[in-house]
């Protein structure tokens, strides 16, 4: 077994899952989309998850994915690159160069920092996912479920945002199940398509009630 082996075959266990779990909910076997979450992960570890065919990576820090990625998608340049933690205002304009999806869209002042910059980058505007804050945990980033609908329409109407969908991280220790279902409502009723929510713990329960997007890391690479 080669060293690039055991990436393989647990990319390979997370897809077949993913899937399994999209036939048992009554979905087609693809809608849910994995996003296998290399942060933390070199570009050598990575690797063997691209050569396996993986093309949706997420990464936690813009200067993290700056060092690694560039030469990464020179090799491998239809790969779609998720920034999945927080976002700095003034870490925007370098965002905007490496990412095609941005999940954390979380606050108006993050919202008219993309609307200045957007315009001015070379490359397509990124997808934007608003992060959720269900648990209204006070050390969490993400908007409450109670002001939810108010910064949707604010980045759509005084930021001229478009907004894709959702995307939740549920309090450690509780059931995840709620928290997706609450997602799932919000975007329902704000005329979003995209969930995502679920990570290696919990991915099967989330894609069970409409996931998109999954967030996978340890149950592919390994623990940190």
């Known amino acids: 077994m080669t060293a690039a082996a055991p990436v393989a075959l647990r990319l390979a266990e997370v ?3 993913i899937a399994r779990a999209c036939r048992d909910a009554g979905r087609p076997a693809d809608a ?15 690797r063997p998850a691209l050569e396996a065919g993986q093309r949706r990576f997420g990464e936690n820090r813009v200067q993290e994915a700056k060092a690694k990625w560039p030469e990464l998608k020179a090799d491998y ?4 690159l998720h920034l999945i933690g927080p976002l700095q205002s003034n870490k925007v304009r370098e965002a905007l160069a490496l990412f095609d ?5 979380d606050r ?3 919202a008219k920092e993309l609307a200045k910059e957007i315009p001015k980058s070379d490359r397509p505007a990124p997808r934007l996912l608003v992060q959720i804050n269900t648990g209204e ?3 969490k980033a993400g908007v409450s479920p109670l002001e939810a609908d108010a910064f949707l329409e604010a980045c759509r109407a005084e930021y001229g945002l478009a907004v894709e969908g959702l995307m939740c991280i549920p309090p450690a220790g509780e059931p995840a199940a709620p928290h ?3 997602l799932a409502t919000i975007a329902k009723r704000n ?6 929510m679920g990570m290696s713990g919990d991915y099967e329960t989330a894609v069970a009630l409409g996931a998109t997007h999954v967030r996978v890391g340890s149950a592919i690479f390994g623990a940190r």
Not at 35 to 41: D, G, I, L, Q, R
Not at 101 to 105: D, E, G, K
């Open 191 to 196: 005329g979003l398509s995209t969930l995502s």
């Open 15 to 17: 897809r077949a899952s």
């Open 77 to 80: 340049p239809d790969v779609e």
């Open 137 to 139: 945990e006070p050390q």
């Open 108 to 110: 108006p002042s993050l």
């Open 180 to 182: 997706f279902a609450l």
């Open 101 to 105: 999806v941005i999940h954390t869209l």
């Open 32 to 46: 849910a989309t994995l996003v296998a979450v290399s942060k933390t992960f070199d570009a050598g570890e990575i």
